[in-house]
């Protein structure tokens, strides 16, 4: 993400996040293993995907599994404010049926791909479009949904006849 001060702002795939000056000059890296997309706000704040391979027995108790998470840093510091698993954001809502069609049992359940920060211009045609929410992408699942960081919950979720989408963006 080039910023308007010349900034550049880059994810090294499954490694980590860093900033840049516009003479490429370090300003900080978080090894978080930040991957895919990432949406920078009017107040400097970047909203990432990371990831964490690790055991959830619930889902597999003896192979490891990939969990997303979406999380928060401050655009100064690039120290982590927020993070909210998406696994758990889909457990804690009414789309919980949806992660039962994850064809995969181990490794990478959802391979989520993609983070737009709502304006909230779509709140009119649906509540769950309220700006602030998160609308991202699980590959895995061939769905699109909408995450409410503050509750933890998907509240809007939809599976369609794409398949493996990488990037769904709102349009006017």
Do not use: C
């Not at 590959?139 to 509240?155: F, P, T």
Request: hydrophobic content about 40%; aromatic content about 6%.
């Amino acid at each position: 993400v080039l910023l308007e001060n010349g900034d550049v702002i880059a994810i090294f795939e499954g490694q980590g996040i860093i900033r840049v000056d516009r003479n490429s000059r370090l300003i900080w890296a978080n090894p978080t293993r930040a991957h895919h997309d990432a949406h920078v706000m009017a107040n400097g704040d970047i909203y990432t995907l990371t990831r964490l391979a690790h055991m959830r027995p619930r889902f597999n108790a003896d192979n490891p599994i990939l969990e997303d998470y979406i999380i928060v840093l401050d655009g100064s510091t690039g120290e982590e404010k927020q993070r909210v698993s998406v696994l758990e954001a889909f457990e804690n809502s009414s789309y919980r049926s949806i992660l039962n069609t994850s064809p995969k049992k181990k490794g990478d359940l959802l391979h989520t791909n993609a983070i737009e920060v709502l304006d909230g211009r779509l709140a009119g045609s649906h509540p769950a479009f309220t700006a602030g929410r998160i609308l991202t992408s699980m590959r895995v699942l061939n769905a699109l949904a909408v995450i409410d960081l503050e509750s933890q919950q998907v509240v809007w979720a939809t599976v369609g006849s794409f398949k493996r989408q990488h990037d769904p963006r709102s349009l006017d």
